[in-house]
T-cell receptor, first 113, second 110 residues
């Protein structure tokens, strides 16, 4: 079956702009999680969605938000971009939640200039 | 802050040798997972071991879990060049959050 897809794969934005990233999970997976990966902070948990409900959120400012649609596809939005938001954003899908193996997408590389 | 910490941070071995890396964590867990990441790409799931399990095998991979010491180890036997990657342990901080360690970078020399 098709893997997790993320769009776009690469993005360059200017400080102050906003950005929306998209994630399509594996068919049948209801849980989608988002992570930010940077060389300095490593992999940081952003949020987890299950059946359109956010079940948990990491320690990120309110500029980071997300949502999940009825078909389990998920989007995350970052408003008022800062230079420090430059990172690889990874989404992962799982059958029922984080106690199951996570299937990761290839990531979206966001560069903020 | 990260729940898990891998040790060592980096490892360089000859093809055919074994590679061992360790993960320590701070709080009680339901399960622990190991992932591999090749050069800035997405992570690939390797093994999930539950808190009531002590050892698990998958091909050339062997994972142990010691809940009394809050630690886990990942052993890759007979390493190949394709095993060159970063390896991460991940623990469930609660039912809805997975916390990753900083990772061990493994380089397998031909």
């Amino acid at each position: 079956k098709a893997g997790v897809t993320q769009t776009p794969r690469y993005l360059i934005k200017t400080r102050g702009q906003q950005v929306t990233l998209s994630c399509s999970p594996i068919s049948g997976h209801r849980s989608v999680s988002w992570y930010q990966q940077t060389p300095g902070q490593g992999l940081q948990f952003l949020f987890e969605y299950f059946s359109e409900t956010q079940r948990n959120k990491g320690n990120f400012p309110g500029r980071f938000s997300g949502r999940q649609f009825s078909n389990s596809r998920s989007e995350m939005n970052v408003s008022t971009l800062e230079l420090g938001d430059s990172a690889l954003y990874l989404c992962a899908s799982a059958r029922d939640g984080i106690s199951y193996e996570q299937y990761f997408g290839p990531g979206t590389r966001l560069t903020v200039t | 802050s990260q729940q898990g910490e891998e040790d060592p941070q980096a490892l360089s071995i000859q093809e055919g040798e074994n590679a061992t890396m360790n993960c320590s964590y701070k709080t009680s867990i339901n399960n622990l997972q190991w992932y591999r990441q090749n050069s800035g790409r997405g992570l690939v799931h390797l093994i999930l071991i539950r808190s009531n399990e002590r050892e698990k095998h998958s091909g050339r991979l062997r994972v142990t879990l010691d809940t009394s010491k809050k630690s886990s180890s990942l052993l890759i036997t007979a390493s190949r060049a394709a095993d060159t990657a970063s390896y991460f342990c991940a623990t469930d901080v609660n039912d809805y959050k997975l916390s990753f360690g900083a990772g061990t970078t493994v380089t397998v020399r031909a």
